[in-house]
């Protein structure tokens, strides 16, 4: 026996889940409308996923990194020598600058400049600095 005065079953969904306990009632919406609502969701959810597990391997190859730094500074310094180790990293979820060892360095937890990355611009200025006392000397020779 068919019920044939049933209504079908629309293709496009007719709400979108927004949390675990919220979906949005999309069922006042035409169906063309109601499909391209859910294909920008849908690309949404899959950049959404993409950025997270690209996170995940950040966080895994820094807390592999970290781990691998942690057991070589002990070891060095259970082998009774001085040891300071710095490592920086800047990836999609920030940038991480760590300090170990048992030197007054490593204990004070301050990365130099050279191990923040910065430049040191002070031999450029030094050269700068004498070419123009070259170009000015030159210039009173005359």
Do not use: C
Not at 64 to 93: F, M, P, R, W, Y
Not at 94 to 100: A, C, K
């Amino acid at each position: 026996m068919s019920d044939e005065n049933t209504t079908p079953k629309p293709l496009v969904p007719t709400s979108v889940p927004l949390s675990p306990s919220t979906n949005l009632d999309l069922s006042w919406l035409p169906e063309a409308q109601r499909a391209a609502l859910l294909a920008d969701y849908t690309r949404g959810m899959l950049d959404l996923s993409q950025k997270a597990q690209e996170l995940h391997v950040d966080v895994g190859a820094l807390k592999s990194t970290l781990a691998t730094l942690t057991e070589t500074t002990k070891q060095v310094a259970d082998a009774g020598n001085a040891v300071t180790v710095s490592h920086t990293q800047t990836s999609a979820i920030g940038r991480t600058e760590v300090i170990m060892g048992n030197t007054d360095n490593a204990r004070s937890g301050k990365l130099s400049r050279s191990q923040t990355g910065e430049r040191d611009w002070t031999p450029i200025y030094i050269l700068v600095g004498i070419v123009a006392l070259v170009l000015i000397a030159a210039a009173f020779a005359r």
